[in-house]
Nanobody, 124 residues
Framework: QVLLVESGGGLVQAGGSLRVSCAAS????????MGWFRQAPGKEREFVAG????????YYADSVKGRFTISRDNAKNTVYLQMNSLKPEDTAVYYC?????????????????WGQGIQVTVSS
């Protein structure tokens, strides 16, 4: 079992930055593939970013590429999502996800563990 707890969300103005964190417990963190997803009201949950066991293997949705950065600190069992140049359309509940596979999936079905979600609101 893996427990994921997100933190760091909130309200920010367009063009601003925010970093959300996800602390994992319950399993060797370094063996987990980690991902961030988001879900806006009335929309389906969508992939934002993912990171493999090796921190250099990162993947991003086209909508956030160049603005968001995913990273992990295996010593702290934590994955981060640094969000820069935020836009109102980035407003959503952001979810941290984890899986024991060795492939970074870009669909929610590939992840077996989920956090409770955290609200990020970008005002125009």
């Amino acid at each position: 079992q893996v427990l994921l707890v997100e933190s760091g969300g909130g309200l920010v103005q367009a063009g601003g930055s925010l970093r959300v964190s996800c602390a994992a417990s319950g399993r060797t963190f370094s063996n987990l593939v980690m991902g961030w997803f988001r879900q806006a009201p009335g929309k389906e949950r969508e992939f934002v970013a993912g990171i493999g066991w090796i921190a250099g293997s990162t993947y991003y949705a086209d909508s956030v590429k160049g603005r968001f950065t995913i990273s992990r600190d295996n010593a702290k069992n934590t994955v981060y999502l640094q969000m820069n140049s935020l836009k109102p359309e980035d407003t959503a509940v952001y979810y941290c996800a984890a899986d024991r596979s060795n492939v970074v999936g870009m669909a929610s079905v590939f992840y077996g563990y989920w956090g409770q979600g955290i609200q990020v609101t970008v005002s125009s």
